[in-house]
């Protein structure tokens, strides 16, 4: 089944490690998303990226990093990991519809990394 | 400064209709969607409004008033499988950029 999915599912770490959480989609899609979500704060952009060539960073891309490595790959590194960067992290993606009606840009979430920062 | 209001937590029984509103300031504006996000789990798209008016899809519907930067989710026939957690988002650019709101947890009781 077409499908995103997020490696790993759950890591611990400490503070100053380098981590990468890695994202990869088959459905086909251009339009990848890096969110954080922490209790009471929904869900916030860090980075996006609309094809291999186009990365923006979100809200709060300070700390962080990423890499489209392909259209199915998009990369989110912590350069030195912080405890304030636990959280769950998810990858979406989206296909933007030029049919011409308004278009939802519907996203379509990974399971989700829970990161723990000691 | 951009937001979007959403009350924290809603609480009804089973079978009764529960209505989320979302009021929102944006830089721009090009639609609202609606997520619902299980305990734990991936949120999951329920609807879309670009449009003033009410979209319907079975239980779920959405309204959206443009005018008033506002618009709600209404569930209808409340289940206990509807506990969970409901987003409103913008969306606020032509590029189809979203922002979400804080989410209101929805808690249906027997």
């Known amino acids: 089944d077409a499908d995103v999915t997020q490696t790993p599912r759950n890591r611990i770490t400490k503070t100053g490690k380098r981590i990468m959480l890695e994202c990869s989609q088959t459905k086909g899609h251009d339009r990848m998303y890096w969110y954080r979500q922490d209790p009471g704060l929904g869900l916030r952009l860090i980075y996006y990226s609309f094809d291999v060539k186009d990365i923006n960073k979100g809200e709060i891309s300070d700390g962080y990093s990423v890499s489209r490595q392909a259209q199915a790959k998009f990369s989110l590194s912590l350069e030195s990991a912080i405890p304030n960067q636990t959280a769950l992290y998810f990858c979406?993606?989206?296909?933007?519809?030029?049919?011409?009606?308004?278009?939802?840009?519907?996203?379509?979430f990974g399971p989700g990394t829970r990161l723990t920062v000691l | 400064g951009q937001s979007l209001e959403q009350p924290s937590e809603v609480t009804a029984v089973e079978g009764a209709i529960v209505q989320i509103n979302c009021t929102y300031q944006?830089?721009?504006?090009?639609?609202l969607s609606w997520y619902q996000q299980h305990d734990g789990g991936a949120p999951t798209f329920l609807s879309y409004n670009a449009l003033d008016g009410l979209e319907e899809t079975g239980r779920f519907s959405s309204f959206l008033s443009r005018s008033d930067s506002y618009g709600y989710l209404l569930l209808q026939e409340l289940q206990m499988k509807d506990s969970a957690s409901y987003f409103c988002a913008v969306r606020d650019d032509s590029w189809g950029k979203l922002q979400f709101g804080a989410g209101t947890q929805v808690v249906v009781t027997p």
């Open positions: 944006t830089s721009g504006f090009y639609g």
């Open positions: 979406a993606t989206s296909d933007f519809s030029s049919s011409g009606r308004p278009s939802s840009n519907e996203q379509f």
